[in-house]
C-alpha cells in the first residue's frame, strides 16, 4: 500500500462517518429549532382560525346556518358589533343598510333589502346565546324584507351600521340567503356527510388520495384540491334541492399540529389549513347548507398548534354548535353529538395518531349514564324534566314545535345504530375494526374513546315528541332502522349515510354518495336510491349493494355540460349524462345569453324555461335563463335554447282579485290572485304591483297565481291596487294598468 493512499481512506473514511451523521444533525437541528421556535408558533395571533374568523359581527343568517325567506316576507337578522365579546358593553347600532348578491351567478344580481326595524334584543338563533345572569348577552335585531322583487336564489348578505356614537361597521356572509316564492309542500333535501377534505400533506395510517389533490394556490395549476367532492358539489347543483344538510367530519385534523404549507399560507394549523379548504370547496355549492358539527371538528389543541379550542372555531366559522331551522313548516335540529367537557377533547401527540381521550357520542345535561342497549324500562326511567344543557334544549325545541308537519334531527353520531345497541357511543366497536383499528388495538388505543352520556335521553326526547327522521354519518356506511314513537302512530326512521370521501382506494361495499331524500305533507316519502337502504353514487360504476373496487372510480354518475358557455352565444346546448338508474327530476341550469332585440325570445327545446334575470333594467345587454328539464335514467339529455322564429308583438292581458273576490277585507294583509296570458307566444314573465297608479318605488318580480301583499297604511276605507304584466319579449311587452279595489272594514 502506498503512503499517499492511506490519507485519502481516512478522509473517504471520515467523509463517510460525515455523510452519514447528516440525518441526525438534521434531526437534531430541528428538534432545537423546534424547543426555540414552538413558543413563537404557540403564541402567534396569526396561527388558526383566530386570525380569520368569519363569523364576526353577522351572527345569523351564516354560511353554515342559512335563512330560507319567501319573497315578500321579513327576516330577522342578528347582528353583534361586539365580534360575539360579551365582556364588554353593549353597542347599539343605527344607519342599517342590508345588501342581498347573488352568490353564484354570471349575471349578479343585487339589491337592497329594505329595514323594516333595528332593536335590541337575545338571538334566538345561537341556543348558546341565552341569557346568562353574569353576562351581557345583547345583540341588535335587524328586522329586513325581503322583497317580491329578488329572484329564487341563493344570496350573500352585507350588513353596514354605524356604531351609536361611534364608527361605521360592515360585515359580510357567503350563501346565507335562499329566497324562494314560496315553500314547497314537497320538497327535497340531500345529506352529504363524512367529506374529509385533505392532501397528500396529510399522511395517516390507511390514508389514500384517490381523486384528491393539493389544495389550489392560484398557481399551479396540478393543485386540482378535493377532486371527489368538487364532483359530488356539481352533481347536487344539477339536482338543486331546496337545501342541504351536511352531518360532520369535513376534515381529518389528526396528523400534525403545525406544518408549512407553501404560498401562501406557509405555516399552520392542520383545523386551519383543511376548515378553510373545505370552506373554500363548498362555496362552490350553489345550495344553501345547514353544517352538523363531526367528531374530527371537536377537538382542542391543549398548549399544542394555536391553543384552540375547536368548538370556539366552529363558531368562528359557521354558527352555534347546535341549533335548529326551519323549511316552511318543516322543523329540524342540527344536533352535536360530540358534547364532550374541553379536557377529554384535547388532542394529544402518541406518534403514530393524535388522539383526545373521548370523540365518540355524548349529549350532555343529566341524561342516563352509559349502558348498551335499551329497554322500555330503562326509556321510561328516563327524568326529562331534570335535563339541562343541549338535552334540555332539544326537549323544549321539539315541545315547541309540535305544530310542526314534521320534525327531523340531523346528528353526526346516530344515538340508536344498531337496533339501540349504540355502537357509536360505545368505546368497544369501530375503532377497533379493520387496519387502522389493529394498529389501535396493538398500542392500546382502541376500546376506551367513548361511553358518553345521554344517549337514551335522546332517543326518548325523539320517541316522545315524535321525530320522524334522523339522519347521521360517521360509519361511512348506509344503515336504516327504526324505532316506534311513545305515545304509537309513527317512528323514528334512523338514516345512516355513507360517505362523500373514498373510504378506501380498493374493493369495498360503502361508496362515495349522498341521500336525497323527499318531504310530502309532513311525511318522509323517499330516502333511498335503491331499496333496502342505499345512497346515491356519486361514481359511475358503482356495483350498489355488492362489491366496488373504488380505485377504478372517476367518471361522475352524472355530468353537466353546457356549450358554449361564454354567454356570447345565441345558441346554447345543455348536455346531461345520467348514468343512474333513476331519473333527475327538474334537473337545474343557469344559462347566460345575448339580450335580444326586435321582440325575439329565447325558447328551449326539451326543457323549460322558469325565471330570467338581466344584467340591469334600463338598456340591459344578457340575460341570465333559469333552465329546468327532467332526465330519464341511462341517458343522454340535450336541452337547446335558441332565439325564437318569429317576435312577439303582443302585450299580456290579465285580471287580479282580492281575497278571491271579496267585496271588502279585515285586515291590510291580503292576497292578490294573478290571472294573466301572453297572445304574443312568449309567456308570462313578470308582474308590477303597487299601491299607487304611479308604480313609485315598485319593481318587477316573478310572476305567480297568487301572492301575499299589504294594502296602503290609513283608516277604514276604499284601497285600491294597481298591477301590470310583461313577457318574455325583449324588450318586453308590457300590459295595460289592472286596477282593482277593496273596501278595508277593520273590526
Known amino acids: 500500500m502506498s503512503a499517499d493512499r492511506e490519507p485519502n481512506r481516512r478522509r473517504a473514511r471520515v467523509t463517510a462517518r460525515a455523510r452519514s451523521a447528516w440525518p441526525l444533525i438534521v434531526v437534531m437541528t430541528a428538534s432545537v429549532l423546534g424547543i426555540v421556535l414552538w413558543p413563537y408558533f404557540t403564541s402567534n395571533p396569526n396561527l388558526g382560525v383566530q386570525a380569520k374568523p368569519r363569523v364576526r359581527q353577522l351572527i345569523y343568517p351564516t354560511f353554515g346556518n342559512p335563512a330560507i325567506v319567501e319573497s315578500g316576507s321579513p327576516l330577522v337578522i342578528e347582528f353583534d358589533p361586539r365580534d360575539r365579546r360579551f365582556d364588554t358593553p353593549f353597542l347599539a347600532v343605527e344607519n342599517c343598510e342590508v345588501t342581498a348578491r347573488t352568490s353564484i351567478d354570471p349575471v349578479p344580481v343585487e339589491m337592497a333589502l329594505p329595514v323594516r326595524s333595528v332593536k335590541p334584543g337575545t338571538s334566538t338563533r345561537w341556543p348558546e346565546y341565552a341569557a346568562v345572569p353574569e353576562t351581557d348577552r345583547t345583540i341588535c335585531l335587524v328586522t329586513v324584507e325581503v322583497p317580491g322583487a329578488l329572484p329564487e336564489d341563493l344570496y350573500d348578505l352585507t350588513v353596514t351600521a354605524r356604531v351609536v356614537g361611534g364608527e361605521e361597521t360592515e360585515d359580510f356572509q357567503p350563501h346565507a340567503l335562499q329566497a324562494v ?207 339541562a344543557g343541549q338535552l334540555a334544549w332539544m326537549r323544549d325545541d321539539l315541545a315547541a314545535h309540535q305544530s310542526s308537519s314534521i320534525r327531523v334531527v340531523a346528528t353526526h353520531q346516530d344515538p340508536w345504530r344498531k337496533a339501540g345497541e349504540g355502537r357509536m357511543w360505545a368505546s368497544q366497536g369501530s375503532d377497533d375494526q379493520g387496519f387502522l383499528g389493529a394498529i389501535k388495538t396493538m398500542i392500546g388505543f382502541a376500546g376506551k374513546y367513548g361511553n358518553g352520556n345521554g344517549r337514551l335521553a335522546a332517543v326518548r326526547l325523539m320517541a316522545e315528541y315524535r321525530v320522524a327522521l334522523e339522519v347521521s354519518g360517521h360509519f361511512h356506511s348506509d344503515s336504516v332502522e327504526s324505532f316506534p314513537w311513545l305515545g304509537g302512530g309513527g317512528q323514528v326512521l334512523c338514516v345512516n349515510t355513507t360517505c362523500v370521501q373514498f373510504n378506501v382506494d380498493g374493493l369495498s361495499r360503502s361508496y362515495p354518495g349522498y341521500r336525497r331524500i323527499w318531504i310530502v305533507g309532513g311525511t318522509v316519502e323517499s330516502y333511498n336510491y335503491k331499496d333496502p337502504r342505499w345512497s346515491y353514487p356519486s361514481y359511475a360504476g358503482v356495483n350498489v349493494g355488492g362489491v366496488t373496487n373504488l380505485g377504478r372510480l372517476t367518471k361522475p354518475a352524472f355530468a353537466s355540460v353546457v356549450e358554449p358557455d361564454s354567454g356570447r352565444a345565441r345558441k346554447v346546448a345543455w348536455v346531461v349524462s345520467n348514468t343512474l338508474e333513476k331519473p333527475l327530476p327538474a334537473a337545474f341550469a343557469k344559462l347566460p345569453v345575448p339580450y335580444l332585440d326586435d321582440g325575439y325570445y329565447y325558447v328551449a327545446r326539451n326543457g323549460r324555461l322558469v325565471q330570467a334575470h338581466d344584467d340591469r333594467e334600463r338598456s340591459p345587454r344578457s340575460r341570465v335563463l333559469i333552465v329546468r328539464t327532467d332526465v330519464p335514467p341511462r341517458r343522454t339529455h340535450m336541452v337547446e335554447v335558441e332565439p325564437s322564429a318569429r317576435p312577439d308583438e303582443r302585450a299580456p292581458v290579465g285580471t287580479v282579485t282580492i281575497q278571491g273576490g271579496a267585496a271588502s277585507t279585515t285586515s291590510l294583509s291580503v292576497v292578490l290572485d294573478l290571472r294573466a296570458t301572453d297572445p304574443g307566444g312568449s309567456g308570462l314573465k313578470d308582474v308590477m304591483i303597487s299601491n299607487s297608479s304611479d308604480f313609485e318605488d315598485a319593481a318587477w318580480q316573478h310572476c305567480v297565481a297568487s301572492v301575499p301583499w299589504t294594502l296602503a297604511d290609513g283608516p277604514a276605507g276604499e284601497r285600491e291596487v294597481y298591477v301590470k304584466f310583461r313577457d318574455w319579449a325583449m324588450p318586453p311587452n308590457v300590459s295595460d294598468v289592472v286596477e282593482v279595489g277593496v273596501v278595508y272594514a277593520p273590526q
Open 181 to 387: 316564492e314560496r315553500y314547497k309542500d314537497r320538497f327535497s333535501f340531500c345529506q352529504l356527510t363524512d367529506i374529509h377534505v385533505y392532501g397528500p400533506e396529510c399522511d395517516y395510517p390507511s390514508a389514500h388520495y384517490h381523486e384528491r389533490s393539493r389544495r389550489p394556490n392560484g398557481i399551479n395549476p396540478t393543485r386540482d384540491g378535493a377532486v371527489y367532492y368538487q364532483k359530488t358539489i356539481d352533481q347536487v347543483n344539477v339536482m338543486k334541492p331546496d337545501f342541504c344538510v351536511f352531518t360532520g367530519d369535513y376534515m381529518f385534523g389528526q396528523s400534525y399540529f403545525l406544518q408549512d404549507q407553501g404560498f401562501p399560507w406557509k405555516v399552520t394549523t392542520e383545523y386551519e389549513y383543511e376548515m378553510l379548504w373545505f370552506y373554500e370547496e363548498t362555496l362552490r355549492l350553489d345550495v344553501p347548507v345547514f353544517l352538523v358539527m363531526g367528531n374530527h371538528e371537536f377537538f382542542a389543541e391543549g398548549d399544542n398548534a394555536a391553543r384552540e379550542d375547536w368548538f370556539e372555531n366552529w363558531r368562528r366559522l359557521f354558527g352555534p354548535v347546535y341549533h335548529s331551522f326551519d323549511y316552511g313548516s318543516a322543523h329540524f335540529l342540527a344536533l352535536n353529538s360530540q358534547d364532550w367537557p374541553l379536557s377529554q377533547r384535547v388532542l394529544t401527540d402518541y406518534g403514530v395518531s393524535i388522539q383526545s381521550d373521548k370523540y365518540k357520542g355524548q349529549f350532555l345535561g343529566n341524561g342516563d349514564p352509559w349502558q348498551p342497549g335499551v329497554s322500555p324500562e330503562r326509556v321510561a326511567a328516563i327524568d326529562t324534566t331534570t335535563l
